[in-house]
């Protein structure tokens, strides 16, 4: 049962469009939410973290936006490129569990040139 | 490949076979991590380490086995009870076992024949 569900599991935008991953919890424990970027046969690799205090976080081009009382999260990449076409991981986490991460079932995102 | 090194990049095996996966960090850091990536599942945990000769069971421990015998060393061993090992296999370490951040290596994809 996966704790953090992910859509769409795919997307296509057009250069300079804003692909919007989204995701969503039930366990309101969790206080720690990453955004790992994969490419082809490599490993991921964190891209932005969020804690719940704060409803939006920005570095760079991406944008996380977070929804405590939904218990949502999103992340926005502004002005795409085609080197962001990659799959993406939401994921969620909390002290009481050693932060152990659980990971969303990813979004495979490309941006046409 | 963030400071981690898995090897080897790909491997075959034959069912009822037992293949033993190689993660090395040159980081001198505590945490290390095993996940298994299918298509359309994100990334479950299988076993993690906090120190040496101490590791504790993840999502889905069953059929897999570890050791951590020095800090910069972290094999996994499919066994040929693992129903269905063919999958691409990450490692990974953190700083700080508790802080979510994680670096991942390259990956090992292991296709059971």
């Known amino acids: 049962q996966q704790q953090v569900k992910q859509s769409p599991q795919s997307l296509i935008v057009q250069k300079g469009g804003i692909p919007i991953i989204n995701c969503a919890y039930e366990?309101?424990?969790?206080?720690?939410f990453p955004w790992y970027q994969q490419f082809p046969g490599k490993g991921p690799a964190l891209l932005i973290a969020i804690r719940p205090d704060v409803s939006e976080k920005k570095e760079g081009r991406f944008t996380i936006s977070f929804n405590k009382s939904a218990k949502q999260f999103s992340l926005h990449i502004m002005d795409s490129q085609p080197g962001d076409s990659a799959t993406y991981f939401c994921a969620a986490s909390r002290r009481s569990n050693d932060y152990k991460l659980s990971f969303g079932a990813g979004t495979t995102v490309t941006v046409r040139a | 490949d963030g400071g981690i090194t898995q090897s080897p990049k790909y491997l075959f095996r034959k069912e009822g076979q037992n293949v033993t996966l190689s993660c090395e960090q040159n980081?001198?850091?505590?945490?290390m991590y095993w996940y298994r990536q299918d298509p359309g599942q994100g990334l479950r945990l299988i076993y993690y380490s906090q120190i040496v000769n101490d590791f504790q069971k993840g999502d889905i421990a069953e059929g897999y086995s570890v050791s951590r015998e020095k800090k910069e060393s972290f094999p996994l061993t499919v066994t040929s009870a693992q129903k269905n090992p063919t999958a691409f296999y990450l490692c990974a370490r953190s700083i700080i076992l508790g802080t979510g951040e994680l670096f991942f290596g390259e990956g090992s994809r292991l296709t059971v024949l």
């Open positions: 366990n309101t424990a969790f206080d720690y």
């Open positions: 980081l001198n850091h505590d945490a």
